[in-house]
C-alpha cells in the first residue's frame, strides 16, 4: 500500500469515529424530544442538497480560515428556523471543534445508528426510473415481510437499468414478485414516454405539412 493510500485509509477511518461520536449524540438528542425521524431527515437534506449541490458553502464550512462566527452566522442564515433547533445546535457544536467538514459522516452513522436501534435494515433499489410513493410504499412492505424486519429504502435511479431493477438488501440479491412489477412500471413509463414522443412527431409533421390529421390519413 502507498503512503498516500495509508493517509485515504487514515482520513477514513478518523472520519467514521468522528461521525459516529457526533451521531449518537445527535440521535440521542432527537430521540429524547421524539424526532430522531425529522431531523435525520434534515440533516441528508442538508449534506445531500444544501451541500452536495453548493462546493463552495462545503468548502467555506470545512475550512480552518473561516471563523466559528463566520460560521455560526451562516447556520443562523440557513438553517436557524427552517431545520430543527436539534440539528442546529449540532452543528453549532461541531463548529465550535472545527468538525463541520464531517457532517457527511455524521449522517452516515446516524442512520446505521437509528436503523440498529429500531431493528430496520436497509433495502438498496435501483430502478431506471424514480418510484412512485404508493409503489416505494409496497417494495418496502414486501421486502420487509420476507425478511420479518422493518425496511429503509435506498434507492438509486439508474438509466442503464433497461431490463430490470435490482434490490439488495446486505449481500442478498432479491429476484421476486417486488423487482417483477418494478420492471412492469419500467416499461410502462417508457412506452408511455415512446408513446407521447410519437404523438409529437406526428402532431409537427402535420402541422409542418399544413395537412390536418384527417387529411394526412386519408390522403
Given at each position: 500500500?502507498?503512503?498516500?493510500?495509508?493517509?485515504?485509509?487514515?482520513?477514513?477511518?478518523?472520519?467514521?469515529?468522528?461521525?459516529?461520536?457526533?451521531?449518537?449524540?445527535?440521535?440521542?438528542?432527537?430521540?429524547?424530544?421524539?424526532?430522531?425521524?425529522?431531523?435525520?431527515?434534515?440533516?441528508?437534506?442538508?449534506?445531500?442538497?444544501?451541500?452536495?449541490?453548493?462546493?463552495?458553502?462545503?468548502?467555506?464550512?470545512?475550512?480552518?480560515?473561516?471563523?466559528?462566527?463566520?460560521?455560526?452566522?451562516?447556520?443562523?442564515?440557513?438553517?436557524?428556523?427552517?431545520?430543527?433547533?436539534?440539528?442546529?445546535?449540532?452543528?453549532?457544536?461541531?463548529?465550535?471543534?472545527?468538525?463541520?467538514?464531517?457532517?457527511?459522516?455524521?449522517?452516515?452513522?446516524?442512520?446505521?445508528?437509528?436503523?440498529?436501534?429500531?431493528?430496520?435494515?436497509?433495502?438498496?433499489?435501483?430502478?431506471?426510473?424514480?418510484?412512485?410513493?404508493?409503489?416505494?410504499?409496497?417494495?418496502?412492505?414486501?421486502?420487509?415481510?420476507?425478511?420479518?424486519?422493518?425496511?429503509?429504502?435506498?434507492?438509486?435511479?439508474?438509466?442503464?437499468?433497461?431490463?430490470?431493477?435490482?434490490?439488495?438488501?446486505?449481500?442478498?440479491?432479491?429476484?421476486?414478485?417486488?423487482?417483477?412489477?418494478?420492471?412492469?412500471?419500467?416499461?410502462?413509463?417508457?412506452?408511455?414516454?415512446?408513446?407521447?414522443?410519437m404523438e409529437r412527431a406526428?402532431?409537427?409533421?402535420?402541422?409542418?405539412?399544413?395537412?390536418?390529421?384527417?387529411?394526412?390519413?386519408?390522403?
Amino acid at each position: 500500500m502507498s503512503e498516500s493510500s495509508q493517509q485515504s485509509s487514515v482520513l477514513d477511518v478518523g472520519a467514521e469515529q468522528l461521525g459516529k461520536l457526533y451521531a449518537r449524540a445527535l440521535i440521542g438528542a432527537a430521540s429524547k424530544e421524539g424526532v430522531a425521524e425529522e431531523v435525520l431527515s434534515q440533516l441528508s437534506d442538508v449534506v445531500d442538497e444544501g451541500l452536495a449541490k453548493n462546493p463552495s458553502l462545503t468548502a467555506a464550512l470545512a475550512s480552518p480560515r473561516v471563523s466559528e462566527d463566520e460560521k455560526n452566522a451562516v447556520i443562523d442564515r440557513l438553517f436557524a428556523g427552517q431545520a430543527h433547533s436539534v440539528l442546529v445546535r449540532t452543528m453549532k457544536v461541531m463548529n465550535a471543534h472545527g468538525r463541520l467538514g464531517y457532517l457527511g459522516a455524521v449522517r452516515d452513522a446516524a442512520a446505521e445508528i437509528y436503523d440498529e436501534q429500531l431493528g430496520r435494515v436497509v433495502a438498496e433499489v435501483r430502478t431506471a426510473v424514480p418510484l412512485p410513493a404508493s409503489l416505494r410504499e409496497e417494495v418496502a412492505s414486501q421486502i420487509g415481510q420476507s425478511l420479518g424486519k422493518q425496511v429503509r429504502l435506498r434507492e438509486t435511479v439508474d438509466a442503464s437499468l433497461i431490463g430490470g431493477t435490482v434490490i439488495r438488501v446486505g449481500d442478498t440479491v432479491f429476484d421476486s414478485s417486488v423487482a417483477g412489477r418494478l420492471n412492469k412500471l419500467g416499461r410502462a413509463v417508457r412506452e408511455g414516454f415512446a408513446h407521447q414522443l410519437m404523438e409529437r412527431a406526428s402532431a409537427f409533421v402535420s402541422e409542418d405539412t399544413g395537412e390536418s390529421e384527417e387529411e394526412a390519413t386519408t390522403s
